[in-house]
């Protein structure tokens, strides 16, 4: 006899995993792929920050921190925010990953039949947490006209009584775009006259490339953010993350996050203290310029293949592509340069549905050199 929860039927699995079966398949069989489906930086942990995890081990940094985290490593995440908005220490909450600060976030705002409105396209996890904890996501379609973001009157005019939160992520997976610095001001000041809650995912943040966008913690206290040692800091595999947390929701989320999680892994949190020291930091930072010198190969590359991307993305490592010169059928296209290129990339559908069958996205989290081949490889296959 087998039980299952309605919510199942709701919850989407990642159509890339099928892209990456078929993927994996095809290396078995000694074919090259390139990956240009894969959301996490190439790069490997700074050396530092790994051998920092192994003194930690070796150290006997094996058993369970505080809920919230350590105070050195909260101390030090709150210290890396501007002076001018610097949260205190006490709001930062340690979490497993962005992953675990948007849960804790989800069940401690919302009831049944709470909405949340979050962008189509959008990461697709964002849609299938609110689910989780009963709530009620609303996807709204964005296009570049708003840089594939919500604004402050998009928010208003999709606001009714149920709505409980909005969320947004600058800059965005799968679009790479950043909410303006004015916008930002505006959506704050409308989502608290509206009575709601402002949930905002900065975890591509350090991933800008040019003119830094400050924290929207700028703009107001009052607001969850949501960031992770994940992409620029290049620990996705440690799983963790943190969440600055109004102040009065604060005992809220401790007790959800002692009974969620316990706490964060503490070899991580430990080797996480040394990732704001000046070393780390600057080879994080030429990271950085590899990522933009990437985008700025692949961009013009993909535009002159035929890809409409109708504004250049300032953040993380994608480009989300109109491939309706091509075909009108996204999924069906992205398998069929699978099979017969090697390259991998990802299908709209993961990101919602508004126009997903006519857009792709392609990470740039892998080497100038296999870009440069995936876009040879794209050309023959298109003229085909
Ligand atoms: C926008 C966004 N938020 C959150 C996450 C989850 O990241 P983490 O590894 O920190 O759980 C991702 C991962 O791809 C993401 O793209």
């Not at 396209?121 to 708003?146: E, S």
């Not at 608290?192 to 943040?205: K, N, P, Q, R």
């Not at 780390?280 to 293949?305: K, M, N």
Request: net charge negative; hydrophobic share 40%; aromatic share 10%.
């Amino acid at each position: 006899m087998t039980h299952r929860a309605d919510r199942l039927k709701t919850i989407q699995p990642f159509y890339v995993m099928d892209v990456l079966g078929r993927a994996k398949a095809m290396e078995a069989e000694g074919k090259s792929v390139i990956h240009l489906e894969i959301g996490e930086p190439d790069f490997p942990t700074p050396a530092v920050v790994v051998q920092a995890g192994i003194h930690a081990l070796e150290q006997g940094h094996t058993h369970y921190t505080a809920a919230l985290g350590l105070a050195a490593l909260r101390e030090r995440i709150a210290q890396q925010y501007a002076k001018s908005y610097r949260p205190s220490a006490s709001q930062i909450v340690i979490t497993p990953g962005a992953s675990g600060a948007l849960q804790l976030v989800f069940a401690a705002l919302l009831n049944a039949g709470d909405k949340v409105l979050m962008t189509d396209p959008g990461y697709p996890c964002n849609r299938n947490f609110v689910t989780l904890y009963g709530g009620a996501p609303v996807a709204i379609p964005v296009q570049a006209d708003t840089a594939y973001q919500l604004t402050a009157d998009s928010i208003k005019r999709h606001w009714d009584s149920d709505v409980r939160a909005v969320l947004l992520a600058s800059p965005s997976n799968p679009t790479g775009t950043v909410i303006a610095d004015d916008e930002l001001g505006r959506i704050v000041e409308t989502v608290a006259g509206l009575g709601g809650v402002l949930i905002v995912d900065e975890i591509y943040h350090g991933l800008i490339y040019g003119g830094d966008a400050g924290s929207v913690l700028k703009h107001s206290n009052n607001v969850f953010v949501v960031n992770s040692f994940s992409k620029y800091y290049g620990m996705t595999g440690w799983r963790l993350g943190w969440l600055v947390t109004p102040s009065a929701y604060l005992p809220d989320i401790e007790k959800l996050a002692q009974n969620m999680f316990i706490a964060s892994s503490t070899i991580a949190q430990h080797a996480a203290l040394t990732v704001f020291e000046p070393e780390v930091i600057q080879e994080l930072e030429q990271r950085r310029d590899t990522f933009r010198q990437r985008r700025d190969y692949l961009l013009p590359a993909l535009r002159e293949l035929g890809f409409e991307i109708p504004i250049k993305p300032q953040g993380a490592f994608y480009l989300y592509a109109d491939c309706q010169a091509f075909s009108k059928d996204s999924f069906a296209f992205v398998i069929q340069l699978l099979e017969q290129t090697g390259v991998a990339i990802t299908p709209g559908r993961d990101f919602g549905v508004y126009q997903s069958e006519t857009h792709v996205r392609f990470s740039y989290a892998n080497t100038l050199e296999h870009l440069r081949e995936a876009v040879q490889r794209i050309r023959h296959f298109l003229q085909k």
